[in-house]
């Protein structure tokens, strides 16, 4: 019977190691994701402060253009600052676009990063 009590508590000693394990693995997956999840609303955060600084560079390039032209002395000059404003425009707007470029290519690279990072922790720890 002493031998079938020693079978039974190798038995659960090695099922307690196992739980032990997954647990472990489980309990590092779940900081994974939530360290994945912390970095996409850090970047999406970010990507939402720059939407909104060129908004209001936007806005407020509309507003100085509005106000020269309600100083223009001729039509002419409306006609330039017309013209002059949308050269700006085009110029504002293509850069804008190149950052969001910029950031929206550095989130996606944070943000595999971390996954990759994360799950290759996770198998390591499991193996």
């Known amino acids: 019977m002493s031998q079938m009590t020693e079978q039974s508590k190798k038995f659960a000693d090695k099922s307690a ?5 997954a647990f472990a693995t489980v309990e590092q997956s779940a900081r994974a994701v939530e360290q994945s999840y912390s970095v996409s609303l850090e970047n999406i955060r970010a990507f939402n402060l720059k939407m909104i600084d060129m908004a209001r560079a936007n806005v407020e390039a509309v507003l100085d253009l509005s106000q020269q032209i309600a100083t223009a002395k001729a039509p002419s000059d409306v006609v330039e600052l017309w013209t002059t404003h949308a050269h700006k425009q ?3 707007l293509s850069e804008q ?3 969001l470029a910029t950031l929206a ?3 996606a690279g944070e943000s595999a990063e971390t996954i990759t990072r994360s799950v290759n922790q996770v198998f390591q720890k499991a193996s």
């Open 90 to 92: 085009f110029e504002m």
């Open 105 to 107: 290519h550095k989130m």
């Open 97 to 99: 676009s190149k950052e």
């Open 17 to 21: 190691a196992t739980a032990n394990k």
